[in-house]
């Protein structure tokens, strides 16, 4: 119940292209859903974040899509660039659960 | 920037021995979280602080220990090392003790057992 599944594990998106990652979680009591960005030898930075009583949140090139009946949720990259390359993490939580993190997502973009 | 600093950035120890991590979170943030990222684990929750008392704990062994100080800064201890223990260990920060607020972290120290 406190799995957060990731696909896909790697991505390789055109250059100017959309990058879609998708997450699925079983426990009904997240209410929290960040996504987080990580370059090779750095820590996880904080991306987009979205609470289940919005459907969808945009921050500039980044979109988060929330399903709350199908118990999923996605990141959108549009106009994808050689700098989105990372490995991006989605997780899920609620007040008085720990994050849990998807497996990683690694993205390559390329020209 | 995330603003949480981590100290050392790199360890090399042996088997057996017992190493400290050291992390600051951000100004203003009174809870710091304690992530091991392992290749084949991903990123795994250990333990959380706040405001100095321990506030959950995770996936976290008995060989491993952390505290935070009144100045905020956390430490975690890990002893009697195994290989196994390889792994990034991330700190993070977060304003209140309530999880499901944003959460910054550092960029971690690699611990490396030989």
């Known amino acids: 119940q406190q799995q957060v599944k990731q696909s896909p594990q790697s991505l390789i998106v055109q250059k100017g292209g959309i990058s879609i990652i998708n997450c699925a979680y079983e426990n009904t009591a997240f209410d929290y859903f960040p996504w987080y960005q990580q370059f090779p030898g750095k820590g996880p930075a904080l991306l987009i974040a979205?609470?289940?009583?919005?459907s969808e949140k945009k921050e500039g090139r980044f979109t988060i899509s929330f399903n709350k009946s199908a118990k999923q949720f996605s990141l959108h990259i549009m106009d994808s660039q050689p700098g989105d390359s990372a490995t991006y993490f989605c997780?899920?939580?609620?007040?008085?659960?720990?994050?849990?993190f998807g497996k990683g997502t690694r993205l390559s973009v390329i020209a | 920037d995330s603003g949480v600093t981590q100290t050392p950035k790199h360890l090399i120890t042996a088997t057996g021995q017992r190493v400290t991590l050291r992390c600051s979170p951000r100004?203003?943030?009174?809870?710091v979280y304690w992530y091991q990222q392992s290749l084949d684990q991903g990123l795994q929750f250990l333990i959380q602080y706040y405001n100095g008392e321990e506030r959950a704990k995770g996936n976290i062994l008995e060989r491993f220990s952390a505290q935070q100080f009144p100045d905020l800064h956390s430490e975690l201890n890990l002893s009697s090392l195994e290989l196994g223990d390889s792994a990034l260990y991330f700190c993070a920060s977060s304003r209140a003790g309530q999880r499901n607020q944003p959460q910054h972290f550092g960029d971690g120290t690699r611990l490396s057992i030989l």
């Open positions: 979205i609470r289940p009583d919005v």
């Open positions: 997780a899920a939580n609620s007040g008085n659960t720990p994050l849990v």
């Open positions: 100004s203003g943030d009174l809870s």
